[in-house]
């Protein structure tokens, strides 16, 4: 069962515009949410982070947000350059468990 | 100055034939992880372990077996591959038990492929 869900495998946008990537929860329990980014041939690494406490995290261009009560989160970029062009990860946390990721979404941004 | 480096990067070998992959960091992190990202993509806990010791253990075939010999290292043991188990392997390593406030450093993966 898909505990974190992301359901558009792929994103396409110009260059200056805003990314939204979603991602959806089932499991109330989480209580952490994070995002990360991944290149070809690397691994994934951290972009931003959010506590269930909070709805809203912004570092530079990047903003998470927390719907709990709709079990939704999102990540916004703004401005998209072309490095942002990755897969982004969503994963959720809660007491005893690793990280549970989402499949991932494709982001390309056009120059 | 790899933080967390796994060999090998890409390992090819028939059904049934035993292999290993590596993973060391070099952070100073008490828990490390292996995660699997299978066809689908998806990455999936396989086993945690915190200070040598396993925490976490996911259904996993017991085909695979991890192994810690100290806290900068966890190996990654698998006995009569299937072609199943074709998939991208990623160590992990955090500061902390809980991901909740740290975040996990991931290694380059290791690609391996069952013929």
């Known amino acids: 069962d898909q505990q974190v869900k992301q359901n558009s495998p792929s994103l396409s946008v110009q260059e200056g515009r805003i990314s939204i990537l979603n991602c959806d929860y089932t499991n109330s329990m989480f209580d952490y949410f994070l995002w990360y980014k991944k290149y070809p041939a690397e691994g994934p690494t951290f972009l931003i982070s959010?506590?269930?406490?909070?709805d809203k995290n912004e570092d530079g261009r990047f903003t998470v947000f927390l719907n709990k009560s709709a079990k939704h989160l999102s990540l916004h970029i703004v401005p998209s350059q072309p490095g942002d062009s990755a897969v982004y990860f969503c994963a959720a946390s809660k007491a005893g468990t690793a990280l549970i990721f989402g499949k991932g979404t494709t982001l390309s941004v056009s120059s | 100055d790899t933080a967390v480096s796994q060999t090998p990067k890409y390992l090819v070998t028939q059904m049934g034939n035993d292999k290993s992959i590596k993973c060391e960091q070099n952070l100073g992190h008490d828990t490390m992880y292996w995660y699997k990202q299978d066809s689908k993509k998806f990455l999936k806990i396989m086993f945690s372990?915190?200070?040598?010791?396993?925490?976490i253990n996911e259904t996993v075939p017991n085909r695979f077996s991890p192994k810690s010999p100290d806290k900068a290292h966890l190996n990654l043991h698998i006995n009569s591959l299937e072609l199943g188990d074709s998939a991208v392997y990623f160590c992990?390593?955090?500061?902390?038990?809980?991901?909740?406030?740290?975040?996990?450093?991931f290694g380059e993966g290791s690609r391996l492929t069952v013929l």
């Open positions: 372990y915190n200070n040598k010791e396993l925490i």
């Open positions: 992990a390593s955090s500061p902390r038990t809980r991901v909740s406030t740290g975040e996990l450093f």
């Open positions: 959010i506590s269930s406490i909070k």
